[in-house]
């Protein structure tokens, strides 16, 4: 999966890129954000302004997914379990399945930490486009727009 952002800091190797929001998420808003961006931490090289592309591998978003889903799933479940047939009642039941669901959050922020630290997981930096370079991009474009907007009008007359 390749996204592109643009670099709002770079600090000692680290960039922070912010990056839009895909259109297949904007009715969703199953991240919670009311924002359209979505601020990443992607370690290279470039300059705040630039545009950059940042690559994850997928196999590894999916897993990271399955982790995320899976592991307060099975542990709401399990308590429940545990409620219901130990114990006998629905109360207890949803009280400790509501307590593992607890105890699954502080997992599963002890296991994204690990996660972090390995390189494989991380975001990768592919290519990087200077700031100038967008602007003179975007220049290029406007006046190719005026030129053609011109053109249409001379052969119309």
Avoid: W
């Amino acid at each position: 999966m390749i996204r592109e952002g643009i670099v709002k800091e770079s600090k000692n190797g680290m960039l922070s890129v912010c990056f839009e929001r895909p259109e297949a998420c904007e009715k969703c808003g199953a991240c919670g954000g009311s924002s359209h961006t979505h601020l990443a931490q992607v370690k290279g090289e470039a300059q705040t302004g630039d545009r950059v592309a940042v690559e994850m591998p997928e196999a590894k978003v999916l897993k990271i997914s399955v982790l995320v889903y899976a592991i307060p799933l099975a542990a709401l479940i399990l308590g429940l379990l545990i409620g219901c047939l130990l114990i006998g009642n629905d109360i207890a039941g949803a009280c400790i399945g509501l307590g593992l669901l607890a105890v699954s959050y502080f997992m599963l922020k002890l296991i994204d930490r690990r996660i972090a630290a390995r390189p494989e997981y991380a975001p990768q930096l592919i290519a990087v486009v200077p700031a100038q370079k967008t602007a003179d991009t975007a220049e290029n474009i406007e006046t190719e727009n005026v030129e053609e907007e011109t053109n249409g009008t001379d052969t119309e007359q």
